[in-house]
């Protein structure tokens, strides 16, 4: 069993509804060489019931490519929310209509739709393997600047004229995407990356960074989804973490106390730091938090939570303090946020 | 499960409601948050507490807490 995962539940994301949209037909192709490398006969499209032209481009493509020999196919339209697409909520909502995770181990592998090992794959991955079968490996090999080859679909997103999704060839640093699409360090604060799953960065450290999942890696970045966020230099670095994190509290599956109860209190005393009303204890408390809920969930929702707020508090800490102590913002000079 | 097997603790944390048992009865091993869920161990459980560990899983009024072989792709 093959599940193409287009769910997209990651806000600031486009990249997998603009393909599928755009692409279909590389998708699905993808999908059948995968459903051939693992012996599936089934193959099942999974995509966010809230991208309608991704919907309509793969029905429509499906049955354009009607009496094909190819495994069985349908489409399910994901529930909107930002844990739907995770591995086991999709088999979960494929099987059963709730799209929430579910204990692992068995992992989807073993027993996934309808109790079948089930490969989960993203869509953008499935559609590279599209190509490379098409094209050769020789040929996917001739783009990349640094050790990882090829190219990759990336969200990019604030601080710049023109956001969008853009495929760049692995390596390509932040600062040519944004300078390219009318960003500069000047106008830029801080950059998020890899989604709401991902990590903060400051501006200087990472303008000159290429987009390289290994590289990221080793300097303690996450590639992810491919998301470049670009917080404009006049908005406050406080205030839009605690926006991610009210977000992120809300997306809870609601299942694990650890992350209900955990998500919840990070949130909410992120919250009030960032509008300086901080308590005496909050940003310890949002440091003890933040390294308890780790690890201590049916899914990683949790841990992703975790990195950014981490990441957030390394590279915004003297504004974190600064609000706490002085319950104003340094960047509006306000009480009041900005973000 | 064989003597020389190394064994875990590990939470069903859709099933773990909180009651926090397992942290009154093994405050040395499990330590619990504000909320009273658990905060477990890392790495493989010492046999030698093996009885009173096997108390705390029967005494779990969610059965969320499990006892079990460290899966094999997560030894060494």
Redesign the interface.
């Known amino acids: 069993m093959v599940v193409a995962n287009g769910a997209e539940g990651e806000v600031a994301s486009a990249k997998d509804r603009i393909l599928m949209a755009h692409r279909p037909h590389l998708v699905i192709d993808g999908a059948i060489l995968a459903a051939e490398a693992i012996g599936a006969d089934e193959i099942v499209f999974y995509i966010g019931e809230e991208h309608e032209a991704a919907l309509t481009a793969v029905k429509r493509a499906l049955i354009e490519r009607t009496g094909e020999l190819r495994p069985s196919t349908r489409v399910v339209a994901a529930p909107i929310g930002y844990v739907a697409g995770e591995a086991s909520a999709a088999v979960h909502y494929i099987d059963s209509g709730d799209a929430r995770p579910t204990t692992s181990p068995p992992r989807v592998s073993e027993f996934g739709v309808q109790g079948r090992p089930t490969l989960v794959q993203n869509v953008e991955s499935l559609a590279y393997a599209a190509l490379i079968a098409r094209f050769g490996d020789r040929w996917f090999r001739t783009a990349g600047r640094l050790e990882r080859r090829g190219t990759a679909l990336i969200t990019l997103t604030g601080a710049v004229r023109e956001e969008g999704v853009r495929e760049i060839e692995l390596g390509t640093t932040v600062g040519e995407i944004a300078a390219a699409a009318g960003g500069s360090p000047a106008g830029t604060r801080a950059v998020v990356l890899g989604g709401y799953f991902g990590t903060w960065a400051g501006i200087g450290d990472v303008w000159d960074l290429p987009l390289d999942p290994d590289t990221m890696r080793e300097r303690g970045l996450t590639f992810g989804c491919g998301i470049v966020g670009l917080l404009p230099s006049e908005h406050c670095g406080v205030s839009a973490t605690a926006q991610i994190m009210a977000f992120m509290a809300k997306e809870s599956a609601g299942q694990c106390g650890p992350c209900i109860f955990g998500l919840r209190a990070i949130g909410d005393a992120t919250a009030r730091v960032a509008h300086g009303r901080a308590g005496a204890g909050d940003l310890g408390d949002i440091e003890r938090w933040t390294s308890q809920v780790v690890g201590r969930g049916a899914c990683h929702h949790p841990d992703g939570a975790a990195q950014l707020m981490a990441s957030a508090m390394e590279v915004f800490g003297d504004e974190f303090i600064h609000h706490a102590r002085h319950g104003r913002c340094s960047i509006s000079g306000s009480r009041v946020d900005v973000a | 499960m064989s003597p020389e097997r190394e064994v875990r603790l590990r939470?069903?944390?859709?099933?773990?409601?909180?009651y926090g048992l397992c942290g009154d009865l093994l405050p040395d091993l499990i330590g619990l948050?504000?909320?009273r869920?658990p905060?477990?161990p890392p790495g493989p459980i010492d046999r030698g507490q093996l009885n009173e560990i096997q108390r705390a899983v029967d005494c779990c009024p969610m059965k969320a807490l499990i006892l079990e072989p460290v899966?094999a792709d997560r030894r060494g």
């Open positions: 939470v069903d944390w859709i099933r773990c409601d909180g948050d504000e909320w869920y905060i477990m899966p």
